[in-house]
Every structure is written in C-alpha cells, then in structure tokens.
C-alpha cells in the first residue's frame, strides 16, 4: 500500500519560514518524480515544485527563489523549504508522486495534476500579514 504522509505545516506571520517534509513507503521510490501541489477553497490544486528521481528540480513562478524542493532518497522522503513566506502562500499543501517510475516529464506535464497517482492528506500552512 502506498502512503505518503505529510508534515511541518503550521501558522506564522508573513516573512517567516516553514519547512514541509512528505514520507513515502509503498513504492520505490527513487524511481519517482515526486511533486508539491498547494489548494485553497477557491482554487484549483496548483503546481508548487517537483523533484524528479533524476534529481532535476523545477519550481512555479509564483515561488521560484523563496521555496526549494529536495529529496533524500536514503530515508524516502521530499521536502519543501519554504522562506519568505507571504499570505498568499497560505493553502494546503500535497505531495504527490507520479503515477509510472522512471517518467520523463516536461516541466509543462509536471505541473497537471493528472499525471499523479498518489497524494497524501495535505497539511496546513497559514500566513498572517
């Protein structure tokens, strides 16, 4: 059974720092992309970052230079350091692994959310000005 299991998420005030991590058991994972999706109530679940098992890491717009996304494939885990956070940062954040190892993705087909198969519960973070 695949399980990816989210934590680190919390409340704090704009310009501060998070660091999210994802545990994946399951599957092998250093064959898989892994990604960070983020979703509010009023929008659709959005791409944040992935880290392919090529260790090649692409990042939105909207966080390229404040977020980075590694992953330790000794301990099967992605993570997702997040600094200068703003309010619109604040969302639930997921991560995903990709639904076929070994993919080969362009960063366009990375971030649509059909080309993930396994998602954890999300976690929390909320940013107050």
């Known amino acids: 059974q695949v399980q990816l299991v989210e934590s680190g998420g919390g409340s704090v005030q704009a310009g501060a720092s998070l660091k999210l991590s994802c545990a994946v058991s399951?599957?092998?994972?250093?064959?898989?992309?892994m990604a960070w999706f983020r979703q509010t109530p009023a929008t659709e679940r959005e791409f944040v970052a992935r880290?392919?098992?090529?260790?090649?890491?692409d990042y939105a717009a909207s966080v390229k230079g404040r977020f980075t996304a590694s992953r330790d494939n000794g301990l099967n885990t992605v993570n997702l350091q997040m600094n200068s956070l703003q309010p619109e940062d604040t969302a639930v954040y997921y991560c995903?692994?990709?639904?076929?190892?070994?993919?080969?993705?362009?960063?366009?087909?990375?971030?649509?959310?059909?080309?993930?198969?396994?998602w954890g519960q999300g976690v929390q973070v909320t940013v107050s000005s």
């Open positions: 399951g599957l092998p994972f250093v064959n898989y992309d």
């Open positions: 995903a692994a990709d639904r076929s190892y070994f993919a080969i993705r362009t960063p366009a087909e990375a971030m649509d959310v059909r080309r993930y198969d396994y």
């Open positions: 880290v392919t098992w090529r260790h090649i890491v």
